[in-house]
């Protein structure tokens, strides 16, 4: 079996984690939107094997184990977490094992949840994401913190080109200046998407940060509600 496709609103389902991937040892794909499951919570860990993991809104509940992902060397990952009852913090260690290198992808969608406290750093310091096509990372309606000028660091982006980039901050607390993490690599990006709108980040746009985002082949930046001044850079 390689992939589970279920998706039905309101259907109660019990799941227990451990028995299911039992059965299902070789799968690639699983899917399962709209159940209601009655808050089991996550598994403490996904199997290596798995490339798409998608559970968006059911009441799993329960907050984010640090072990939920294996070591994926340079498998890309989509992992969609979306509206699923999730609370707690984001654990540090929740990217240590996402691929830095390959020809994949990473997309992770935690959006429409109520985890709270500071967003850790996409990559380890020193890092580097080489040869990914394109990474997601969407965290949009949750109450997180803190601020988000490390989230990505100018020595993490790749040399070479990535297709696409999306960013989601929408709608949380976060602080801090705007994050400049496009200074000199905006042409080595093509489609690049950045909202960070209701938050209470402060402080002028850098220069340099729209100029990185002109570099790219396509963007959108959006920064409405909240304490943004200055005039807008040429």
Excluded at 95 to 105: D, I, K, L, Q
Aim: hydrophobic residues 40%.
């Amino acid at each position: 079996t390689r992939g589970v496709f279920l998706n039905q609103d309101g259907t109660v389902a019990t799941l227990d984690w451990a028995t299911f991937f039992d059965a299902f040892s070789t799968l690639f794909s699983l899917t399962l939107s709209g159940y209601n499951f009655g808050s089991p919570g996550l598994p403490t860990s996904i199997p290596s094997t798995l490339s798409t993991f998608s559970v968006s809104y059911s009441n799993l509940g329960g907050t984010i184990p640090s072990t939920l992902i294996p070591f994926r060397g340079d498998t890309s990952l989509s992992l969609t977490l979306r509206d699923v009852g999730l609370s707690g913090t984001i654990p540090d260690v929740l990217f240590a094992n996402w691929p830095t290198a390959g020809t994949g992808f990473i997309y992770l969608n935690l959006a429409e949840n109520d985890l709270e406290g500071p967003l850790p750093s996409m990559f380890p310091s020193g890092v580097t994401m080489s040869s990914l096509f394109s990474f997601s990372v969407l965290v949009d309606g949750n109450r997180l913190n803190g601020t988000l000028a490390n989230f990505i660091s100018a020595d993490s982006l790749p040399s070479d080109t990535l297709t696409a980039v999306e960013l989601g901050f929408s709608d949380n607390l976060f602080e801090g200046p705007v994050p400049n993490w496009l200074a000199g690599k905006g042409s080595k990006i093509g489609s690049f998407f950045f909202s960070m709108s209701s938050n209470h980040i402060s402080g002028t746009i850098p220069s340099n940060l729209l100029a990185g985002l002109k570099s790219c082949s396509s963007f959108a930046f959006y920064a409405n509600v909240n304490s943004i001044y200055g005039d807008l850079p040429d």
